[in-house]
């Protein structure tokens, strides 16, 4: 720094001061003037991504029943939140209801040492989530075409490159990822979220299961009724806490516009958007990257693959492209008899097939996920926003059902109907 450089400006975190009294708070501010704001703006947690709090206190000392539901519904709303309970003194039982209630740290207002600290190793935490890994969904645009297949491999041609992967299976009743790789879970999704409020890096590993190939895996419960019970906040609360320690994501068993796919699509960094050479995932395609521009997803966020991939077909890579108004990001060529070898032997196509163009395909795939310069040069979802400006013949148009619009700042939001 030169001498005539002013010091750098030190931004104090946020934090969200509920339920104290007008004394108390200000109590509060004082005590941790040097250490955070201290503000009574719920609103602050529906913030951007990477701007809003991730710390909230709760103070049990004026009316603790009420103060306790506060922090239940706090939990409920926010699950990625931290959230501390404060109290006149430390009573077990109290300490007890505060946790089982979603608080993650207990102290005294008094104590103001004793919450700076607690409030730091906080920050530390919700400054790591900000620099995660990237959450990939595939997404495929309809029924059968391959994206567990895709999701696994991918995941499989990541660690081959030395990266730190995890696989969540979204599916709550029939997802397939375990039964791909022949394994058994020990631990479910339930059991994860069920402890987010006290969830660690060490903790979350102690919860995955491990393939031999490097892949971590998270699953719905076995039980149909099971999945029910997880609400989507909750997964897109894991999916986050999750690229605090990998380098990916990977989410595989979308197939609908529900509230948990919105949910684990919003939380996503990229959506590879999956079909096949038919009219049937063309029109579909369109249909998906129409909700998704309705969401006003980034431009950089959607990718297409086709899988199955013919050079011969009719519909190639230029008429998807005329079609969708968006480059073919990647073509996985058909294999079949090798995709259903390593399924049926439950290992990945790298070791069933080794030689295979699919395995070189999705090689290619994983490079360009991981940051490649070839990754840089393929197109991106802007030539989607930009096909309006671009006259279509009619031959080059799909028609496309309405879609009732979707705001994406709206937190109540409704599925999108495509009928």
Excluded: W
């Amino acid at each position: 720094m030169r001498p005539s450089d002013p010091p750098p400006v030190q931004v104090r975190p946020t934090v969200v001061l509920l339920e104290a009294s007008q004394e108390r708070f200000a109590l509060a501010a004082s005590a941790l003037a040097s250490t955070a704001v201290v503000t009574k703006d719920l609103a602050i947690l529906a913030a951007p991504a990477g701007t809003k709090t991730r710390v909230v206190l709760v103070d049990l000392a004026a009316n603790l029943e009420r103060a306790l539901q506060r922090l239940e519904e706090v939990h409920a709303a926010a699950p990625y939140a931290q959230i501390v309970a404060l109290a006149a003194k430390k009573d077990p039982d109290v300490i007890l209801r505060a946790m089982r209630a979603g608080a993650c740290e207990f102290a005294l207002l008094g104590e103001g040492s004793e919450l700076a600290s607690i409030l730091g190793k906080l920050f530390k935490r919700a400054s790591a989530e900000q620099t995660g890994g990237a959450i990939v969904s595939v997404f495929p645009a309809k029924g059968g075409i391959g994206a567990t297949t895709l999701a696994i491999n991918l995941a499989g041609a990541l660690c081959a490159k030395g990266k730190r992967v995890l696989v969540v299976d979204i599916d709550r009743h029939l997802g397939d990822v375990f039964v791909s790789l022949d394994m058994t879970p020990r631990y479910s999704m339930a059991d994860i979220v069920g402890n987010l409020h006290r969830l660690d890096g060490d903790l979350l590993l102690s919860s995955l299961d491990r393939h031999p190939s490097g892949i971590y895996i998270v699953a719905q419960p076995d039980s149909l009724e099971g999945g029910e019970t997880i609400a989507p906040s909750q997964v897109s609360a894991l999916l986050r806490f999750a690229a605090m320690h990998f380098d990916f994501v990977i989410c595989d068993g979308l197939y609908s516009f529900d509230e948990l796919s919105l949910a684990v699509l919003d939380a996503s960094s990229r959506i590879e958007l999956m079909l096949a050479q038919d009219v049937v995932s063309l029109k579909n395609a369109k249909r998906c990257l129409d909700i998704f521009h309705r969401l006003d997803y980034d431009e950089k966020k959607v990718s297409l693959v086709v899988n199955r991939f013919h050079k011969k077909s009719p519909i190639d890579r230029l008429a998807i492209t005329e079609n969708l108004g968006l480059p073919v990001r990647a073509a996985l060529t058909n294999d079949s008899p090798s995709v259903l070898d390593a399924v049926n032997r439950g290992v990945l196509l790298k070791q069933a097939a080794p030689r295979s163009q699919l395995t070189a395909d999705i090689d290619e795939l994983a490079a360009s996920l991981a940051g490649t310069p070839e990754a840089k040069r393929r197109g991106g979802f802007g030539a989607f926003f930009r096909r309006s400006d671009t006259p279509q013949t009619e031959d080059a148009r799909l028609s496309t059902p309405s879609i009732k619009k979707v705001g994406a700042t709206d937190a109540a939001r409704r599925t999108p109907q495509t009928s």
